[in-house]
């Protein structure tokens, strides 16, 4: 309903001037209304009061008189106790909705492109990808069809962890095994092994820094095995991205090794920007104002005092490969929460470092825990981390037996299908419908519900008009045709919905909150049940009511469709 607003300002302009107030008073107070009940925009009068030396009430009264020819055809204006309510007409409404049912993107605007990186998901090599890597994951990945989607050149970047200290840990583990293939390798157990013999046994741990080295300097045997462990880490990977349904692919990983050439080259650019200092050992860079929980100052580590580099290095490394290499104005951490204080550090070194200028965009993108439904971080019965892959095959069982119960005709090729695009898809929506800067509970039960805001309850909304379609043997395509007629009242709220939708989307990306489109979907699907309740469609008495409910389902479905897909969620055409 953004237009609406900027139409209704455009033509209040004249008649506040002509009563005499000035623009800078009106035009904060005029607002989308948060209660569609009482109107679609409103204006307070109440901070008038003391420009126009009247009270609130005789104010809006003044305002909605001079109102009524000037804004008939867009708006019916009232007054009550001091607010000013502007309502769309039903004409207005008509013609925005035709807008959007003509625009194969429902008034989305494409903006100038900009390169945009988004780093998410990172995993680490040789373990295997738990429900901790979810939000990550699915969130990148929405952010990505979105910005896409706005016209923007997305490069997506999974920053895996495949290099430094663990590695030399881990391949002498593997080293230790007798007769173990690679590919057998059992990831469940192998990390914590491998960990376990470096905490516990000095000898293996001397020996693993030596294998550090050795790596580092290109010996061709570890080399060899690193590069084993990297590939078949990268099968799984790719299995547990397949059934999630995101975009990255193995052309996206820019894992800890690409920037390993880098590092010396960051050493060396914060040495002539004078920002290096030396501190146990370690060079580091200290930054003005932070400090640590005692109040002395708080070291932002480069390379330890052992040589090796740390994470912060590699991070400096990968923003001068994205701003001189990749050209990006723009780049994103998908990461959670804890690594706040990391990333301003980081940034404000880069900017300090002259990496980056001002002009660059580094956001960190922030998000909660996943929490059980006994509100702690969501694990196993025995505590541990819940593998993903397990996680997404319990969804989709659980949906095939929510399923089985509701629709007893499909075959079983067709139930199994249906099964993983709601299981898969209700896990994600779950996640995304979260507000990402808090925890949420992770709860079976209600993300498999076809009720409330689930994703259920979306893709059941997409279906039930492609069954409208198939029992009325009419074609989308041509209803598409049909003139929109509002009338009735539902009517006109399902039309108030349809053309929030790029509103909606804008908004998503620019505060990156993918829960904002999420949120907008289930808005959406609850007018066109209110509508599909209250206004017959096949059984309408006329035929051009008929028609012109036809093609209101038919855009309900295609921005349900396209709002699933720009949150990596698939829209079956039968449940």
Partial sequence: MRDIVTLISNNLAEVMDDLGIDKSDWTPLLTQATDTAHGDVAMPCHALARVMRKSPVVIAKEISVACQDKMSSIAEVDSINGFLNFTATPNWLENAVADVASDDRFGVNIEKQRIIVIDYSSPNVAKTMHVGHLRSTVIGDALNRMLTYKGHHVVPENHIGDWGTPFGMLIEHYLELESVAVVDIDFESFYKKARSKFDENEEFANKSRNRVVKLQSGDESTLELWQQLVDISLVHFNDVYQ????????????????????????????????????????????????????????????????????????????????????????????????????????????RNAGFMDESIRAVHIPFGMVLGTDGKKLASRGGLAISLKDLLDEAVLRADAAIAEKNQELSESERAEIARIIGIGAVKYSDLSSDRTKDYTFDWEKMLSFEGNTSPYLQYAHARICSIFNKSGIKRESARESVISLVEPSELALARSIIGFAEALDDSCEKYLPHRLATYLHSLAQSFAAFYENCPVLIAEEESVKLSRLALCDLTARILNTGLDLLGIESPERM
């Avoid at 994103?332 to 690594?339: D, R």
Wanted: hydrophobic share 45%.
């Fill in 243 to 350: 059934k999630l349904g995101v975009l990255l692919t193995n052309e996206d990983l820019a894992g800890e090794s690409k920037y390993e050439v880098l590092l010396p080259e960051v050493v060396t650019r914060l040495e002539q920007a004078n920002l290096l200092s030396f501190s146990q050992g370690a060079e580091v860079v200290f930054l003005e104002g932070w400090v640590n929980r005692e109040g002395e100052p708080l070291p932002l580590i480069i390379r330890k005092g052992d040589g090796g580099f740390n994470y912060a290095t590699t991070d400096l490394a990968c923003i001068i490969d994205r701003v001189e290499n990749i050209g990006s104005t723009e780049f994103l951490y998908v990461v959670g929460q804890e690594q706040t204080q990391h990333f301003a550090m980081v940034f404000e070194v880069a």
